[in-house]
């Protein structure tokens, strides 16, 4: 998948997002925000000018959320981003309500959506989890000229094929195929096990 097909996916598959920003205290604060739209490189949602999610974005122009489909835990998906918002004022908001006409039921009369502002996620990072796949599937994107960082657990030179970090994979993710062994991050739970296991100190996480 592309980027703009975990975007489109957050929009179209799940919609309902909890969003996570930060209060003059520093502490975080969530709330449920659907989110009305995407393109290739960015996410829409709106939000009424009087609310304290308002407040948050405006002065931090940040924030990261998760998104999750699934029955139960092992039928699951989950997209998780954060990044740079910015306002857009009302002029996309017709558009959004057009694209999601039950939004017309909370704010049903014109006056009434005149305390309505779009925000757009322009710039982020993202992550692709997928517990209903065995093994299980993760990647991680990026948007808006932001670049993907390496994360996760990085098998390095010192390794020495004594496959001590192989016995304790919950995901059977290593490929000992050749010296130093490989870590599949598309795979990898990020649990930590094989750092804990390896006698050469050869795991980083970085």
Not at 26 to 40: K, Y
């Amino acid at each position: 998948m592309e980027t703009k097909d975990y975007l489109a996916y957050v929009v179209d598959q799940i919609h309902t997002t909890i969003v996570a920003t930060v209060d003059d205290d520093g502490l975080p604060v969530t709330a449920a925000i659907d989110m009305m739209d995407s393109d290739d490189n960015s996410l829409y949602f709106l939000t009424a000018k009087g609310k304290g999610f308002y407040e948050r974005l405006a002065k931090r122009g940040f924030l990261a959320f998760t998104a999750l489909k699934g029955e139960d835990t092992m039928s699951s998906v989950a997209v998780s981003i954060r990044g740079k918002v910015r306002e857009l004022g009302y002029g996309k908001i017709p558009e959004f309500l057009k694209k999601n006409p039950y939004m017309l039921k909370i704010y049903p009369t014109e006056q009434a959506r005149q305390v309505l502002t779009a925000f757009q996620i322009y710039e982020g990072t993202g992550e692709w989890f997928d517990l209903s796949k065995r093994p299980i599937e993760r990647a991680s994107f990026a948007f808006g000229g932001m670049k993907k960082k390496a994360e996760g657990y990085f098998i390095t030179d010192a390794c020495i094929g004594c496959g001590n970090c192989v016995s304790v994979c919950p995901q059977d993710c290593i490929a000992r195929d050749h010296i130093p062994f490989l870590i599949e991050q598309a795979h990898c739970l990020h649990c930590g096990n094989c750092l804990e296991a390896c006698p050469m100190g050869a795991i980083e996480k970085r």
